[in-house]
C-alpha cells in the first residue's frame, strides 16, 4: 500500500504464546483460544480467508479481520473494513490505523498480526455525524 507507515508486526509475541502453549508454560487452550462471539461473528460473515492453518488446532484455514480507527474516521472508526477498501480510504483521509486480527473459526484461536498507519498525510475534519439505522431504534 503506498501510504503504509509505523508497520508495527506481531509475528515474535504470536510466536511466544504459541511456544507457552506447547512447551507447557502455564498456558493453556482455554487462554489462547478465547474469541470474543463478536468477533467470531465478524470472520464469519465479514473476514478475508487466508490460505494458513490455524496453529492451535490445524483444523481450519485462518480469517483475517481488518479494523480502522482514528479521529478523521468520525463515526466510522473501529469498523471493519476489507483489505481493497483500505487503498481507496487511504487517498480519502489524512491518516487512521488499521490492526489486523488473525480468527480461527473452529477452536477460538485469535491474535493482532499487524498495525500500521494509512492515510495522505494531510490533517482533515471529521466527517459530520450522519442519521444511521441505529438511531432510529435508540
Not at 50 to 72: A, N, Q, S
Not at 99 to 116: A, D, K, M, P, R
Request: proline share 4%; hydrophobic share 30%.
Amino acid at each position: 500500500m503506498w501510504s503504509q507507515r509505523s508497520v508495527v508486526d506481531y509475528s515474535l509475541q504470536r510466536k511466544a504464546t504459541l511456544r507457552a502453549l506447547y512447551g507447557g508454560h502455564a498456558t493453556v487452550m482455554e487462554d489462547v483460544c478465547d474469541a470474543d462471539p463478536y468477533l467470531l461473528r465478524a470472520a464469519k460473515f465479514h473476514g478475508e480467508q487466508t490460505d494458513r492453518d490455524c496453529p492451535v488446532c490445524r483444523k481450519e484455514r485462518l480469517t483475517h479481520v481488518t479494523y480502522v480507527f482514528g479521529d478523521e474516521l468520525g463515526q466510522y472508526s473501529g469498523r471493519i473494513r476489507q483489505t481493497p477498501e483500505l487503498e481507496a480510504m487511504a487517498r480519502e483521509h489524512g491518516e487512521f490505523r488499521v490492526y489486523v486480527v488473525e480468527v480461527c473459526q473452529s477452536c477460538g484461536w485469535n491474535h493482532l498480526t499487524t498495525s500500521y498507519v494509512l492515510g495522505d498525510g494531510t490533517p482533515r475534519r471529521p466527517p459530520r455525524r450522519q442519521r444511521t439505522v441505529e438511531d432510529e431504534y435508540s
